[in-house]
C-alpha cells in the first residue's frame, strides 16, 4: 500500500528519515505548488531524483561540469540520439573520454541538486509507492540518507535565513549610490556578475532570476551577498510600497524612485516649528 | 484645534514606553499587560494596543506621542497607529543585537505605510554595552541620509533631543520640497 499524506503535516526531513530508517526501496512523488518531483530509493539510499519530470540529458550535464566540450556533446546527440544515458555513459567511459568516478560525481551532484530544492517545500502532497523504479536507462546513484538530511536541513535553515532577510522576490535592485568599495576591486564570481549585468530598477529579482535561469535560493544567496556587500540597495515592489489610496499605479521605475524619496507630512512648515520651539522649551 | 501624531515604534522591550513617559506631560495612557509568554519574559508588562502621551504646544495644537506595540502578534494595530502620522521613530535596544533584524523589519514596514520621514533612536545608550549608533546604521542598513541619534529613554533632555531630531528631518524635507 502506498504512504500518502500532506507534506505540511510530515515533512520532508521526516520523510527520508523514514526512508533511511525503514531501509526503503520504491519511490517518493512529491506534489507542491513548487513543482513535483520524484526521488526513488533502494534499501534506504538514494537512487534517483527528477523534478517536474524533466531533467537534463547526461552529455548536457558533463558539458556543465566541464567535462565535456560542446562540441563532444554535439557529437554525442547526432551518434547516439536516443540512447538511454547509461549506454552514453558506458560509450564515454570505454572510448577514455571520461573515467567512472567523473560521471559518478556529476550524477550525484545532480541528484542532490533536486533533492535539496524539496526540502524548502512545506505545502503540497506525498506518495511513496514501493513497487516504482526510476525510468529504465536512466544513471543511477546510491547515496546514503544521513549526509542528505543533515545538508538538507543546513540548507533549509539557510534558505528560510535568505527568505527572511528578503522576502520579496517582486522588489527590484539599483546599484548603491555610495558603495563602500568599487566595483572593479571586487571579486565577483560569473553567477554574480550575470546578476549585476541586470540591476536596474525596472527589473524585479524574479525576472533577474528568470533571465538567469535561477532558482529562488539561487538568487536570493547572490542578493543577499550583493546587499551585505554594499554593492546593491533594494527598490521595494509596487505591491510592498503600499501606495496611497487613489494613487494611480505608475510605472516599475518611477514607482521605485518614489518609494526611496521620503515625502513631507501635510501640516504647515510654521507648525512644525511651533513643534520644534515648544519641545526646545520642555 | 490641530492635533499631530508622531508614532513611536520598535522591537519589543525596545523602551518605548518609558520614551514616551520620559517626556509626556499627561501620565501614559499605557495598555500593558502583566507577559504571559516566557519566551518574551525581559520585562514583567508589555505594552499591547498603545502607550499614548501628549505635549500641549498651544491653545490650538497638540502633539500626541503613539506608542506602538512590540509583540509581533500585535502588529495589526500598527497600520492603524500610522495613519496620519507626521513621522515616525524607530526606538532601538542597542545592547540587544538579537533584536536588530526585528527592528529593521518593522523600520520596512512602518515605511511602506506611509512615506513620511523617520529616525532611528539607539536607546540605552547609557549601558556598558550598547552598540554605537553608528554600527546600528550599518547593521541596520540605514541609509545615510536617515538620521541614527544616540538615545537614553529614561532621561528627558535626550527623549527631547530625539524628538528634535525628527522634527528637524521633516523640516529639511520641506525646504527640499519647496
Redesign the interface.
Known sequence: MALKGNLQDFGITQLLNLVNLARKTGSLYLESRQGKCMLSFREGKLIYASMDGEEESLPVLLQKAGKLTPEQVRAIQQHMAGRPDRDIAITLINSGHLKPEDIVKVVNQQTLNTVYKVFSWNDGTFRFEPTDMPPQGKMTTSIALENVIMEGSRRLKEWERLQ??LPDLDASLKFAE?PTTPLRDINLSPDEWRVISFVNPRNTIRQIAQSNNMSEYQIRKIVYSL?QAGIVQLV?SQR???APAGAAAQPAAAAGA????????A?K?N??????D???E? | MQTLKIVVTGPFASGKTTFIQSISEIDVVATERRISNESERIKNQTTVAMDFGRITIDDELILYLFGTPGQRRFDFMWEILSEGMLGFIVLVDSTRPETFREARRILETFRSYSPVPYIVAANKQDMPDAWPAEDLRIVLRVEDDIKVVPCIGTKRESVKQVLLELLYAILEIMDREA
Not at chain 1, 258 to 265: F, G, L, T
Open positions: 527572511d532577510e555610495r546587499l521595494p510592498q510600497q503600499a518614489q518609494a526611496v524619496q521620503m515625502r513631507s507630512p501640516v512648515r507648525v512644525v516649528q511651533k513643534l520644534i515648544r519641545i526646545r520642555l
